[in-house]
């Protein structure tokens, strides 16, 4: 069985936007993903996260190709938000007084089954409920 993982916005913005040391790190985790080594969630709040940019500068090519690239994304669930990620969002939220966006994307990792949570914001290394890497 896969290991399981949740990620942050932030890795597939590396991936599509992104050059230097970080996109690589992305590509090479999204890639393990690709082929069924890890097994991933990203919540669709993150599509949402993605697609403002583009839409701002009204790149809707990009949009277009964004939405395909996820939506065809071996091995990655994207996930809305249900009762269960409500609840363990709203706890993290009380517990540590992170900002709703990403209590939704720990609380989705969670809901998953997966056993970290991947990002590059170091401020969400004080989450105890799962263990948080930085890309």
């Given at each position: 069985?896969?290991?399981?993982?949740?990620?942050?916005?932030?890795?597939?913005?590396?991936?599509?936007?992104?050059?230097?040391?970080?996109?690589?790190?992305?590509?090479?985790?999204?890639?393990?993903?690709?082929?069924?080594?890890?097994?991933?969630?990203?919540?669709?709040?993150?599509?949402?996260?993605?697609?403002?940019?583009?839409?701002?500068?009204?790149?809707?090519?990009?949009?277009?190709?964004?939405?395909?690239?996820?939506a065809?994304?071996?091995?990655?669930?994207?996930?809305?938000?249900?009762?269960?990620?409500?609840?363990?969002?709203?706890d993290?939220?009380?517990r540590?007084?992170?900002?709703?966006?990403?209590?939704?994307?720990?609380?989705?990792?969670?809901?998953?089954?997966?056993?970290?949570?991947?990002?590059n914001?170091?401020?969400?290394?004080?989450?105890?409920?799962?263990?948080?890497?930085?890309?």
């Open positions: 069985m896969a290991q399981k993982i949740g990620i942050d916005t932030a890795v597939f913005i590396y991936l599509f936007e992104g050059s230097g040391v970080f996109a690589r790190r992305a590509e090479e985790l999204l890639h393990r993903v690709e082929q069924g080594t890890v097994e991933a969630v990203f919540s669709s709040i993150g599509v949402i996260e993605i697609l403002t940019g583009p839409k701002k500068l009204k790149k809707y090519d990009l949009v277009a190709q964004y939405k395909n690239h996820l065809r994304f071996p091995h990655l669930t994207i996930m809305g938000i249900n009762e269960h990620i409500v609840d363990i969002a709203s993290l939220r009380a540590y007084g992170i900002a709703t966006p990403d209590a939704i994307h720990i609380a989705t990792a969670v809901d998953f089954g997966a056993g970290k949570f991947i990002t914001d170091r401020s969400l290394r004080k989450i105890k409920e799962i263990s948080v890497e930085l890309l």
